[in-house]
C-alpha cells in the first residue's frame, strides 16, 4: 500500500512539474513572439465616393491591438481610437475598449459571463507592440460605428474569445465593410495582423502615408 502510495505521490509530482515546465515554456515563447516588431499600420478608404469631387471627406478612426496593460502584456488588447487619421499624439485622442470591470474577473470570463465596462482612454498604457488600421468612412457609417458601444453599455456582459475586445472592434469593422477574419478565441494581435493582411489591397496607394506617420487627407 505505501508503494502504491508513493508511485502515486510520484506520478502526481512528476505531472505537476510537466506542466509548470509547459506553462513556462508556453509563456516564454508567447513573450517573444508578441513583442517582435509588428508591420507597418495601414489605411483603407472606405468612402462611397473616394474621389473628393462630392466633399465628401468622411470620418476617420483607427481599430487597434497592443500588448495589454500589465507587466506581461498578455493576452493583449484591441480598441478603438476616434476621429483620428493618423497614429501620432494617440494619447490625447479618444479612444475605447472593452473590458472586465475589474481584473481579477478575466480568469473566470474564460469559462463564464463577467461584468464588462467600455474603458476610456484606451490607448494609455495599451502601445507596446502597437499595429492598427485607419479606417475612412463615409459619416454615416462613422456614426453607426459609435453606435455600438452603446450596445456593449446596453449588455455589459463580457465573455474572452466571445463577446470581449476583439469582438467590439470586430463589429465595428463590419459596419466599415471591412473583410474580417473569425473573432473567436484570438489573440488581439494576431486578429489585427489578419485584418490588416485581408484587407491591405485597398487603396494601398494610402498605405504608404500611414507608414510615414502622416495624416490621410
Known amino acids: ?35 517582435l516588431p509588428r508591420t507597418a499600420p495601414i489605411s483603407v478608404d472606405m468612402r462611397s465616393d473616394k474621389s473628393g469631387n462630392s ?4 470620418r476617420a478612426l483607427l481599430i487597434c491591438a497592443a500588448l495589454a496593460n500589465n507587466p506581461h502584456g498578455f493576452p493583449g488588447h484591441c480598441y478603438i481610437v476616434w476621429d483620428r487619421s493618423s497614429i501620432e499624439r494617440l ?35 495599451n502601445t507596446r507592440s502597437f499595429d492598427c488600421i485607419i479606417v475612412r468612412l463615409d459619416e454615416e457609417a462613422y456614426q453607426k460605428a459609435r453606435t455600438v458601444k452603446e450596445r456593449f453599455l446596453e449588455d455589459p456582459s463580457f465573455h474572452t ?8 472592434v470586430d463589429e465595428i469593422a463590419a459596419i466599415a465593410k471591412l473583410k474580417r477574419p473569425p473573432r473567436s478565441f484570438v489573440y488581439p ?29
Open 161 to 168: 474569445g466571445v463577446r470581449d475586445c476583439v469582438a467590439y
Open 1 to 35: 500500500m505505501k508503494i502504491l502510495a508513493f508511485k502515486i505521490a510520484k506520478c502526481t509530482i512528476c505531472l505537476c512539474l510537466a506542466a509548470a515546465l509547459g506553462l513556462g515554456l508556453f509563456a516564454a515563447i508567447w513573450a517573444c513572439i508578441y513583442r
Open 91 to 125: 494619447e490625447y485622442a479618444e479612444s475605447d475598449g472593452f473590458v472586465p470591470a475589474s481584473a481579477s474577473e478575466l480568469i473566470p470570463s474564460l469559462y463564464a459571463d463577467v461584468r464588462g465596462i467600455m474603458a476610456d482612454h484606451a490607448v494609455i498604457g
Open 189 to 217: 494581435l494576431d486578429y489585427l495582423a489578419r485584418l490588416k493582411h485581408m484587407n491591405s489591397n485597398i487603396a494601398p496607394e494610402a498605405c504608404a502615408l500611414a507608414r510615414n506617420g502622416k495624416q490621410v487627407d
Open 55 to 58: 466633399g465628401n471627406k468622411g
